[in-house]
């Protein structure tokens, strides 16, 4: 049997006659031209840097010099039109890449800063260097449309793969692959924003601030060093005998081929796609039939079909969009007869040039037909907006919701034998029977999971909803208690229970001794204890969830003020969790867990005005007589108002457990708070130990980084103390825990997901590398 090497050679030598033999340095003064020495080839001659036939002419490029396919992987100037066999690439003496041609003119083939030499790896890499030997630029950073195996696509906006106009011409076409800073890999037409609207595919999951790769197997995945998300499955060929590219296709999507060395006569084969997954069709790439038109996906292939009234701009190329039927450019021509069609099922990028609130659709079919300027209307909730042409990303819609969007389109006709001609108005009529045919498949075709890009991310919301049934069998206010009662109460203040974070809790009964209530005496009264008692009866008045305390009182007297609550016999989490006598099973720790963030969640979420509750800590959860865990002491916490979403504030809450952006200045702060707290405080409860340890060896006194370290070296055992737990779940939990105290606030779940996550029903999404920074390793300033 050949070895590779052997057969690259072998290969390059049959087929790549004209260029230079695999040097692996390039020096300035070297030149290539289309026809004599016309590529530099890497040390095995697979690869190859220089011309290549395009159209008539020639490209510069990265290609397969090593296969019969000559395939391209990279262009230079890849917009700019073929080059004639005239032209010169001159690696010049002061170290530029350019090409000559005969008159003279110089175009640049890529920008750096003066080079030194130049080389074709044999990774498909063409890299260029300075006099220190460094890489200054590489075409792997700067790619078209391919990534190669051992290239990544890093979480750039700006550098993304876009595909080309067609196999054989690299010129830059009409969709692209973005490396999302939120670790999805996700497919965008070009020319749109990066918005939920446009993206048409996403990968399932996302790795923050992950980068996509291909390795020698075939293996596409996402990482951020910490975190892997597998996008296709390794292919475990044998190093070298199989070649890999993934490629940005015009049909919209990506494609991962492989390519077998060793077979004679070899070919590219697909060996994943997007549209391998259930639910994706061939017409999911939003604008794929271009504009004015729409695709069909009831077939196998790419079916077009113009909206009506108008026509294909290129008979022979469907995909390249529609225009009018008629070129009257004065709406009020004289023999021509304007009419709107309502178009059912479809809808288009809605851009209006104008809004007005209309009542009724015949309404806004009117006001676009008195609009010389109005090519088509969008009607929806009495919201009337005109557009003109084109009519960009022209979708039929999955919804079939009862306040859906209308569409009006302006159609013209000839009038002198419009009456007796009536071809055209049957054709619309079969167009629009087709139409619903279609959207009756594609309803069904939804069903079964088509709305991949919201459903995925925000599956199974029920699920949510089943933590927080109120009990309504005491449902009425905290009642006003005077201080002499509450003297009675608790017996004169005897019996302290704890110290909260600014008051002493007494225990007491009511109800004739019937029930035992938890009496919070707050301390001093300065201005801010004042607004702290009135925020915690604020919030805590309005809140009413199974697993936040309940209010059962309060005292505002003179001086005094004073709380009362349902008492929990249990004490606080960190009781439970922090003595060795009363520590819980493991399956109930995931239980108080999942309780926590249903109250956390119920915060953030499910009131009015959200509340930031900012002090999440084991000592602020209490376990009533079940062990159930609820939320309490909320004199920090932050309401709010249902438009906002951070405020700015002074630091909050307990060292060890506040999130690092506390000590940002003039950073507000978001939910994501109490999230990162949330995630302390579920370390916490997996290993049953404080935060911050210093009886612990040094490197396993603080919790967060030697959760971090452990997850790290696989050693998640070391966390449990070897107590036997369910791997897979403990693995879960501290992938939630270390992705919840993530340094980025924006890059944190949100309570919700992680309700989802702790409870199995969503994948857990992978945090970021070191950007945990821990609060430890930055000038920490304390304020208890
Ligand atoms: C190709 O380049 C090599 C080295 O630069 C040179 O020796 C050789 O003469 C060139 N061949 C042609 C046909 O120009
Ligand atoms: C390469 O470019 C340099 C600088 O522009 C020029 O002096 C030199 O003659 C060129 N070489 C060839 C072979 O055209
Ligand atoms: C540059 O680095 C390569 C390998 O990294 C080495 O082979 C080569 O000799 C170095 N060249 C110089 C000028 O240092
Ligand atoms: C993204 O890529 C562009 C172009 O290569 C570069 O200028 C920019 O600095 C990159 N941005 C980040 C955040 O790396
Ligand atoms: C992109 O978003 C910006 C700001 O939201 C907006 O001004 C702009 O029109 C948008 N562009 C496109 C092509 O939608
Ligand atoms: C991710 O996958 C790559 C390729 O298989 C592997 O080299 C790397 O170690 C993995 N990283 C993690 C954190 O699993
Ligand atoms: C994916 O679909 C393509 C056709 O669209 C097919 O050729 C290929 O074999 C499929 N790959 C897998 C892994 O199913
Ligand atoms: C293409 O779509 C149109 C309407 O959507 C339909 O009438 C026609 O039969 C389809 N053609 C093919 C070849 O599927
Ligand atoms: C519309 O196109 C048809 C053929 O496709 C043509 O017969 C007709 O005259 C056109 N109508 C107008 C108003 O241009
Ligand atoms: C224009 O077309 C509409 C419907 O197609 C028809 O009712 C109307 O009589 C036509 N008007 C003229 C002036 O032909
Ligand atoms: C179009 O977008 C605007 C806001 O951008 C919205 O008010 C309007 O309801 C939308 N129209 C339709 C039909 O969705
Ligand atoms: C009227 O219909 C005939 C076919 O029945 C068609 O050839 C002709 O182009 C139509 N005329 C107009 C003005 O649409």
């Not at 999971?449 to 459903?455: D, K, N, W």
């Not at 699920?463 to 927080?468: D, S």
């Not at 693995?731 to 939630?736: A, G, L, P, T």
């Given at each position: 049997m050949m070895t590779p090497v052997f057969l690259f050679f072998l290969l390059s030598s049959i087929f790549t006659v004209n260029a230079q033999q695999g040097q692996s340095i390039v020096k300035p003064g070297s030149i290539l031209t289309p026809t004599t020495n016309s590529s530099w080839l890497s040390p095995s001659g697979l690869y190859a840097f220089g011309f290549y036939k395009q159209g008539n002419g020639y490209a510069v490029g990265v290609f397969l010099a090593g296969i019969p396919q000559k395939t391209v992987v990279w262009t230079a100037n890849r917009d700019n039109p073929p080059v004639s066999t005239q032209v010169t690439l001159n690696f010049t003496s002061d170290g530029r890449l350019v090409l000559q041609s005969a008159q003279g003119t110089e175009t640049s083939v890529a920008n750096f800063d003066p080079a030194s030499s130049a080389s074709m790896l044999d990774t498909g890499n063409f890299v260029v260097y300075n006099s220190d030997n460094q890489s200054i630029w590489e075409s792997f950073q700067n790619p078209t449309d391919t990534l190669l195996p051992t290239q990544r696509l890093l979480p750039n906006d700006s550098v993304v793969l876009k595909s080309s106009v067609s196999e054989s011409n690299q010129s830059t076409g009409r969709f692209r692959a973005v490396m999302q800073q939120d670790g999805y890999v996700a497919l965008y037409p070009v020319g749109t924003n990066l918005t939920l609207e446009y993206g048409y595919w996403s990968t399932s999951n996302g790795v923050p601030n992950g980068n996509l790769n291909l390795d020698d197997q075939g293996l596409l995945y996402v990482t951020n060093s910490i975190f892997n998300l597998t996008v296709s499955q390794s292919r475990n060929s044998a190093k070298g005998t199989v070649l890999y590219r993934l490629r940005m296709e015009d049909d919209g999507f990506l494609r991962l081929y492989s390519y077998n060395l060793q077979e004679q006569n070899g070919?590219?084969?697909i060996i994943w796609s997007p549209l391998n997954e259930t639910g994706v069709n061939i017409c999911f790439p939003r604008g794929?039939?271009?504009?004015?038109a729409f695709c069909d996906p009831g077939g196998n292939d790419i079916n077009c079909t113009c909206l009506p009234g108008f026509v294909f701009i290129d008979e022979s190329k469907r995909t390249s969009g529609c225009e009018r039927n008629s070129t009257t450019e004065n709406c009020n021509e004289k023999g021509m007869n304007t009419t709107m069609e309502e178009v059912s099922g479809i809808i288009w990028e809605n851009l209006t040039y104008n809004r007005s609130v209309l009542l009724t659709k015949q309404d806004c079919n009117d006001a676009c037909l008195q609009d010389c300027s109005c090519e088509a209307a969008l009607f929806n909730d009495e919201v009337c907006g005109k557009q003109k042409l084109p009519l960009r990303f022209v979708n039929i819609k999955i919804s079939n919701d009862p306040k859906e969007t209308l569409a009006f389109i302006k159609v013209r006709t000839s009038t002198p034998s419009s009456d007796g001609n009536v071809t055209k108005k049957k054709g619309l009529e079969i167009l629009i029977i087709g139409v619903s045919l279609v959207i009756f498949a594609f309803i069904v075709l939804a069903i079964s999971?088509?709305?991949?890009?919201?459903?995925?991310?925000?599956?199974?919301?029920?699920?949510?909803?089943?933590?927080?049934?109120?009990?309504?069998?005491?449902d009425v206010g905290p009642r006003s208690f005077t201080y002499i009662e509450l003297e009675k109460i608790t017996n004169g203040f005897k019996e302290e229970l704890g110290r909260g974070s600014f008051g002493i809790v007494y225990k007491g009964t009511i109800e004739n001794g019937q029930k035992i209530v938890a009496v919070k005496k707050l301390e001093r009264l300065l201005v801010d204890r004042e607004r702290e008692f009135q925020t915690e009866m604020k919030v805590i008045g309005r809140t009413h969830?199974?697993?936040l305390i309940r209010l059962l009182g309060y005292c505002h007297d003179g001086p005094n003020r004073l709380l009362v609550y349902e008492y929990m016999c249990n004490g606080s989490l960190a009781d439970v969790l922090f003595k060795p006598e009363k520590k819980p099973s493991w399956d109930e720790r995931m239980g108080i867990a999942c309780n926590i963030a249903r109250g956390i969640f119920y915060l953030h979420e499910e009131c009015v005005e959200k509340i930031i509750h900012c002090d999440i800590k084991p000592q602020n959860i209490l376990m009533d007589e079940n062990r159930c865990a609820k939320i309490s002491d909320f004199g920090l916490a932050k309401l709010l108002k249902p438009d906002q979403s951070k405020i700015s504030t002074g630091i909050r809450g307990t060292r060890g457990y506040v999130a690092p952006e506390w000590h940002q200045l003039k950073c507000p702060v978001t939910v994501k708070v109490d999230v990162y707290s949330f995630g302390i405080v579920l370390l916490e409860i997996i290993s049953c130990r404080r935060c911050v340890d210093s009886n612990l060896p040094e490197e396993e006194a603080i919790l967060e980084e030697w959760s971090y370290r452990c997850f790290e070296c696989g050693e998640l055992g070391k966390l449990v103390n070897d107590e036997e737990v369910e791997m897979r779940q403990l693995?879960?939990?501290?992938?939630?825990a270390l992705w919840c105290i993530l340094y980025d606030p924006s890059l944190r779940p949100s309570m919700k997901k992680v309700l989802l996550m702790l409870e199995g029903t969503a994948d857990i999404p992978v945090p970021s590398n070191r950007s945990f920074v821990s609060q430890y390793d930055q000038g920490f300033e304390e304020n208890e």
């Open positions: 070919s590219w084969s794929l039939c271009g504009v004015n999971g088509i709305a991949i890009y919201r459903s995925r991310i925000f599956a199974n919301e029920n699920i949510l909803n089943t933590g927080n049934i109120v009990l309504s069998d005491e969830h199974k697993n693995e879960r939990m501290v992938k939630v």
